[in-house]
């Protein structure tokens, strides 16, 4: 991941919301593709082969909770890492631990607050991405 921008793929069927924080990842010096649902998330993901999926947990048609169920088991999919984008949740940061505990028992490895300031997605982002950071 070092010489090549980290992709993200971002997938929610709401234009404005992909659109904005696809704009301030592009800023932050990430490689973004969107999705708006499911089944297109499921062929992106094979297609450009993503560092991190952000995930809306509440679609039409197919959710990301069964979009993500169908990586799982898909051996070609398995393996990608996914954090649900979710404006549900626990309003106080100290319980954030429930949200993250629910995306897990579903395969994700954790969620972002829709809600959240930007520049804290991006943190969530990078700190996901680059776990060994945190500690510097």
């Known amino acids: 991941m070092a010489d090549e921008k980290p992709k993200i793929l971002i997938v929610d069927d709401d234009n404005d919301?992909?659109?904005?924080i696809a704009t301030k990842l592009l800023a932050a010096g990430?490689?973004?593709?969107?999705?708006?649902?499911?089944?297109?998330?499921?062929a992106k993901v094979k297609e450009i082969n993503p560092h991190l999926?952000?995930?809306d947990v509440k679609m039409p048609g197919m959710s990301g909770i069964e979009t993500l169920s169908r990586m799982?088991?898909?051996?070609e999919l398995a393996n990608f890492k996914v954090l649900f984008l979710?404006?549900?949740?626990?309003?106080?940061?100290?319980?954030?631990?429930?949200?993250d505990k629910f995306a897990k028992e579903f395969g994700a490895i954790g969620h972002i607050k829709k809600s959240?300031?930007?520049?804290k997605?991006?943190?969530?982002?990078?700190?996901?991405l680059y776990p060994q950071q945190e500690t510097q």
């Open 116 to 119: 959240d300031d930007l520049d």
């Open 17 to 20: 919301f992909r659109e904005i």
């Open 86 to 99: 979710t404006s549900f949740g626990e309003p106080k940061e100290e319980a954030a631990f429930v949200d």
């Open 53 to 55: 999926v952000l995930m």
């Open 121 to 128: 997605i991006v943190q969530k982002i990078i700190s996901t």
């Open 72 to 75: 799982r088991n898909d051996p």
């Open 30 to 42: 990430f490689e973004v593709t969107q999705a708006s649902n499911g089944q297109e998330a499921l």
